[in-house]
């Protein structure tokens, strides 16, 4: 059978074939005006090169950074929030805060839509549900004239506790479906983001219906130009949260797939950890600009309710858009190759969040960059070499990366050597991204020593070791095919939704049918979704989470549950599980004070992911990358060790020869077109039977 | 002292980590803390000390009166206590005005750090109880007594020993006791997780102590702000400030001196103190003094000991600025979070066309609390403009000095029986000028209780006059309070509200900066189509 992923990404499109199990993968620069076009022909292109024709691919599986640009660059429709009278505000008032103490300077992010389209309506519900006011025809009327005239072409309608009581919304959204033309999108922020607090649940709301348009068109074009090229198989759209989601369903909350990028490394990383058995892991991808971790528990990634994207100050968080959408819980840390390394005011040395990116670049790509960068600092001390760096199609410049460090480090922060100040901005890069990891793990109560570390992206198997140290972390796994881009993570990914509800309710008094009822009403509408999104009503796999906490108490903490919690024995089971956990994290208990449910989180996913039919046309395997460079790896590399102050001896091994299961001891160097993967002294690597490379400390 | 290439190296790494130290102490308090102030506004803060009491690194949540105090508080504790006395798994407890935070409501809670037997450093940290008893919040009080109980520093815990006597005497006097309860108990908890960090981070990098880091520390914070006042003309700079006070007007005046390597501020002929709960201990008006000429002049540069003792604020006692006890002091913000703008104000006479224009002040704090069968406490505060600043528009209805955010709608309304009708911004009451002050905000909030209740003013500011422009730019509107039965705000006290009515409030909006015929027509013609303005 033949699967196809597909990552639109900002520069790059990656494209990844699978044909039962081999994989070809090809890159491409992304067409940003009709992003689709410039897929649709890498796709052909790539099929040519094997002889196959789109009617014999089974599944496709395509991951985009559209909605997550539209956002950013403020590219959406054109968009009317209908609101609570009184409440017109909401967006824009936000949390009343500045995100910086002292700068004085910051911006807040314009809202999506701007003021004179925040169109309020008489109406509220309270807390308890009860409905104060209701909308009547005459106002609905007005508004329906003025959402005409403005040609508004989609619309979110937001009201103050509607997750406790969507009848208003509801009677809002039937009005204008039956009253706006078919084209206008129409969302709810009860089906969108059913969760307490107003803003979040208003900016949500907000954002998906403002990129619904735009997102549904792109989806139904690429749908449609395949269909008519003969395609007949799956299409899957790869959500923030790890999940496969359906057309239909993209088309419906297309938020969901705002951050779909990172997923697909995160994903590779679950599927390795599942394969290896490992117990806890740690996704780790060094990029150009960024590093990003997520922890992952039985393979699983840890999923979290709350991103915030979009940010328009100088990347800080706080200054974005809030979405409460589920998606892996990935921090972003300001540190990869590009990282520019200076001196602050203070006279220490930084290193990030500016990056040099790819233009300038670091100092040794010799493209006019002056600033050193931590590939520089790399090439100084010998990690990276001028000759094998980029599969040899990037010219390396040691003495500008020299150079580089000399002006803007050893001078001003008084260094005695460049080696030792290369190694500075390498380890205080390296700390920054272990400091990362620790209080992540630390925040999600997991022991980071026994964790083992999995990395992708150029700088991944560069840093491994150093961070892995510094982090006490004694396993490293560098993946078969991570530099491949993530496109190889998303044909792993299952077909899954999630659905958060809030409810607040107190233990004590709980009625114990009510909760059955609502999880039964989530695990109803799941079941629509996913079995919209398989041709038949296969079996669904649910996992149900209470959020609880101490009433008064901000943190909620989250207590899997087995049941519909019937009876009084599975009460107090959650009671004595909240009871543990909560001594676990603060040292102390509260006897007394209430135990309240906040939010129920209900996930259903199918067991056996993407229906495979065997397609009978094999390919011969090809080498995988055929763009060998010319120029020859050297079998020794010196390389400086802050530990000795020296220059100490690697031996290169040439990841595509290394022998399976043979165990060699650093310190050596594994070498692949498109990284180096460093192995210190004290640590072993050796090739995994299905490529993967493991380092074990000894 | 640094010497070698590899000290370079390690002290900027354990700089760094110390500072994440205190981060994580500082997050850890936010998750466990009960008020809705601290936990959805993050009104708190969380530091590292020296074992002279130098404060070292602070977490860059918290809001400067929090921080500011902290780094002073120390010293006040172990003049009061013998430190000799203090002992592995000790906790020391206060919440005495004049030693913490400048009133009774903010607990600071010091846990001592211990290695190879030596007393190597401290953990602070603060935060606000909801309430610790007496008056509760109002102004009402005519000295500390009447405003609630007075805990003296005090051992929480010995020797790993929960003193429960003393948890005991601040739960017991608190209406919602079992809060106090867990949030005093969270100060505690992140203390030890700090303590624990910092064991780790010591072992990491083999050290017996934090000495030549701590060095390190100081003299880079010290030489970067010496730096920047170097830059500044040197001089003195007068600044006033008139605030509605309780019942009748105040004055706040300022006469900074910018010297070669360091700034003083003397706030003599500043009004007096009044028996009345707006006053201000010296230590809260250091904390925000300084806090405005900080961010004015070297943003970037951490607080720590260091940093801040290159600018002085000094007043003689008895003011309203340096109230001493008994003086009343629990809305001692009033005249606190006013201070930005008046050093801010002689700044801008040093700094021409520099300095951002006056802006709301004081956080607006919404105190309501049940007078029927049905008690209850709402706190929430309401927040004004910013002023304008020299190249954008002023923000609107955004905390500033203060760091506290507002607590949503939906939360407020979980929280308490309160319904909140409007809060939406006012249009025109950011003050006009090329560039335009932020807006305030009207607020409409009754009860589902059907029931009557109590309304405390103490933090209603600057209803007299709006907040000055700066460079030309127009003040910003001044707050309103009303209520829906045509009863008069006219002070700073507690007004019964009767059953089904309402109450109104209209916060102040930022002043504006330059002359308003300066400005952009595209903004104006923006401001006016999102009916932010209705002018021209």
Not at chain 1, 348 to 367: D, F, H, I, K, T
Not at chain 1, 600 to 622: C, F, H, Q, W, Y
Request: proline share 4%.
């Amino acid at each position: 059978m033949n699967r196809i992923g597909i990552d639109i990404g900002g520069t790059f499109t990656d494209l990844v074939l699978d044909n039962s199990g081999k994989i070809f993968s090809k890159k491409y620069l992304t067409t940003p005006n009709n992003p689709e076009l410039g897929a649709l022909d890498g796709i052909n292109k790539l099929l040519q090169n094997y002889n196959l024709e789109v009617e014999n691919i089974d599944t496709i599986v395509h991951g985009t950074t559209i909605a997550a640009n539209a956002l950013i660059e403020r590219k959406g429709a054109k968009t009317a929030l209908i609101t609570t009278e009184g409440f017109r505000d909401v967006l824009e008032m936000r949390y009343e805060k500045r995100f910086d103490q002292y700068d004085l300077d910051i911006e807040l992010p314009k809202p999506l839509v701007p003021r004179d389209l925040r169109i309020c309506l008489n109406e509220r519900t309270l807390i308890t549900g009860e409905i104060l006011k209701k909308p009547t025809n005459r106002q609905l009327e007005k508004i329906t004239k003025l959402l005409i005239i403005e040609n508004i072409e989609a619309v979110a309608i937001a009201f103050l506790h509607s997750y406790s009581n969507p009848q208003n919304e509801q009677l809002v959204a039937r009005y204008l479906r039956q009253n706006l033309p078919k084209s206008v999108t129409i969302c709810m922020s009860s089906e969108i983001s059913p969760e307490a607090r107003e803003f979040e649940r208003f900016s949500t709301t907000v954002a998906n219906a403002y990129v619904r348009p735009l997102m549904s068109n792109y989806l139904n074009s690429f749908y449609q130009t395949l269909t008519k090229k003969g395609f007949k198989g799956n299409f899957f759209l790869m959500s923030s949260s790890g999940g496969l989601t359906s057309l239909e369903q993209a088309k419906k909350v297309p938020i969901r797939l705002v951050e779909s990028g990172p997923a697909g490394g995160i994903i590779l990383a679950s599927k390795i950890s599942k394969e290896l058995k490992e117990e806890s892991s740690i996704a780790l991808d060094i990029g150009g600009t960024t590093a990003k971790v997520c922890y992952l528990n039985q393979g699983e990634p840890f999923i979290t309710r709350r991103l915030e994207v979009a940010h328009a100050w100088k990347n800080k968080s706080g200054s974005g858009l809030p979405l409460r959408i589920p998606a892996m819980d990935l921090v972003e840390i300001g540190a990869g190759g590009g990282s520019i390394a200076k001196m602050d005011i203070l006279g220490r040395l930084v290193v990030g969040p500016e990056s040099a990116a790819s233009q300038p670049g670091p100092a040794c790509y010799n493209l006019g960059g002056e600033k050193p960068t931590v590939t520089d600092a790399n090439l100084v001390i010998g990690r990276i070499s001028e000759e094998s760096f980029g599969g040899g199609f990037i010219n390396l410049m040691l003495s500008n990366a020299k150079t580089s460090i000399k002006n803007e480090i050893v001078k001003k922060l008084h260094f005695k050597s460049t080696e030792w100040a290369a190694s500075g901005i390498i380890e205080i890069g390296e700390e920054l991204m272990a400091n990362a990891v620790r209080i992540h793990g630390i925040e999600l109560g997991k022991n980071i020593r026994d964790c083992c570390l999995i990395v992708s992206g150029g700088g991944g198997p560069i840093h491994a070791a150093g961070i892995a140290n510094k982090l006490d972390i004694r396993k490293i796994i560098v993946p078969h095919l991570a530099g491949v881009g993530s496109a190889v993570g998303f044909l792993a990914a299952p077909i899954s939704y999630e659905i958060a509800r809030s409810i607040s309710k107190f233990l004590l008094n709980l009625k114990t049918t009510e909760i059955k009822k609502i999880i039964k009403t989530i695990k109803k509408a799941i079941k629509i979704i996913l079995n919209g999104a398989s041709s038949t009503g296969r079996e669904i796999q649910f996992k149900i989470d209470a959020e609880l906490r101490y009433e008064g108490q901000g943190h909620d903490i989250s207590i899997p549950i087995e049941n519909y919690l019937e009876n009084k024995k599975e009460l107090s089971e959650l009671t004595q599980k909240f009871v543990s956990k909560y001594k676990e994290k603060f040292g102390f208990l509260m006897p007394g004070v209430r135990i309240e449910i906040v939010s129920l989180i209900v996930s259903g996913r199918l067991t056996d992911p993407i229906k495979e039919r065997v397609n009978p046309k094999k390919l011969k395997a090809k080498p995988q990358f055929q763009d060998r460079s010319q120029k020859k790896i050297l079998k020794n590399r010196k390389i400086f060790e802050i530990t000795s102050g020296k220059f100490i001896n690697y031996k290169v091994f040439d990841r595509n020869t290394l022998r399976v299961g043979v165990s060699q001891s650093g310190p050596c160097l594994i070498h692949e077109d498109q990284t180096t993967t460093v192995v210190p002294k004290g640590w072993d690597v050796c090739k995994h039977i299905k490529n993967h490379l493991i380092l074990t400390k000894r | 002292m640094v010497k070698n290439d590899s000290d370079i190296i390690n002290s900027n790494i354990i700089w760094n980590s110390l500072i994440s130290v205190c981060e994580e102490q500082a997050n850890s308090l936010l998750k466990a803390a009960f008020g809705p102030i601290v936990r959805e506004a993050g009104d708190l803060s969380a530091g590292v000390f020296d074992r002279k009491y130098n404060m070292i690194a602070q977490a860059i949540t918290g809001t400067p009166g929090h921080v500011n105090t902290m780094a002073k508080s120390l010293n006040e504790i172990f003049s009061k206590l013998d430190v000799n006395s203090i002992r592995e798994g000790d906790v020391l407890i206060t919440n005495d005005p004049w030693i913490g935070a400048g009133h009774l409501f903010d607990f600071i809670v010091v846990t001592p750090v211990f290695k190879n037997d030596q007393l190597i450093n401290f953990f602070a940290s603060t935060c606000h109880i909801t309430d610790v008893g007496g008056l509760g919040w109002s102004a009402e009080a005519k000295s500390v007594f009447e405003e609630g109980t007075l805990i003296p520093v005090s051992f929480l815990r010995r020797s790993f020993q929960i003193q429960e006597e003393l948890l005991s005497i601040i739960c017991t006097n608190s209406r919602v006791p079992k809060e106090a309860r867990g949030d005093i108990l969270s100060l505690m908890s992140c203390n030890d997780s700090g303590v624990e960090r910092l064991n780790n981070l010591l072992n990491k990098f083999e050290l017996v102590d934090l000495d030549i880091i701590t060095k390190f520390i100081f003299k880079q914070s010290k030489n970067a702000v010496e730096a920047r006042i170097k830059s500044l003309p040197t001089g003195t700079y007068l600044s006033t400030l008139k605030l509605d006070g309780f019942d009748k007007p105040i004055v706040l005046k300022a006469k900074l001196k910018i010297k070669e390597k360091s700034i003083s501020v003397d706030l003599s002929g500043s009004s007096p103190a009044i028996n009345r709960g707006i006053n201000c201990p010296l230590n809260y008006t250091i904390a925000y003094a300084s806090y405005g000429i900080k961010a004015a002049i070297c943003p970037e540069v951490p607080n720590n000991a260091a940093s801040l003792a290159v600018i002085q604020i000094t007043a003689p006692p008895g003011l309203i600025v340096s109230a001493e006890s008994p003086s009343p002091v629990t809305a001692r913000h009033v005249v606190g979070q006013a201070l930005p703008d008046l050093v801010l104000g002689c700044l801008s006479k040093a700094l021409p066309g520099k300095i951002l224009a006056e802006s709301a002040g004081a956080l607006w704090t919404i105190s309501i609390a049940g007078a029927g069968e049905k008690r209850f406490n709402s706190l929430n505060v309401a927040l004004g403009g910013m002023g304008a600043r020299p190249q954008s528009d002023g923000l609107s209805t955004t905390a500033f000095p203060s760091g506290v955010g507002a607590v949503s709608v939906e939360v407020a309304e979980a929280a308490a029986p309160v319904i909140y009708h409007k809060k939406e911004f006012l249009i025109n009451s950011g003050g006009s000028g090329k560039f335009r002050g932020g807006l305030g905000q009207e607020i409409i909030i009754g009860t589902s209780t059907n029931e009557p209740f109590i309304l405390s003013a103490a933090a209603f500011e600057r209803t007299k006059q709006g907040p000055a422009g700066r460079n030309g730019g127009l003040r910003g509107g001044k707050g309103e309070v009303s209520v829906s039965d045509g009863t008069k705000i006219k002070d700073k006290g507690n007004y019964l509200i009767k059953k089904g009515e309402t109450i109104r409030l209209v916060t102040p909006g930022g002043g504006g900066f330059g002359k308003a015929k300066l400005r952009n027509k595209k903004l104006q013609d923006i401001d006016v189509k999102n009916g932010l303005t209705t002018e021209h």
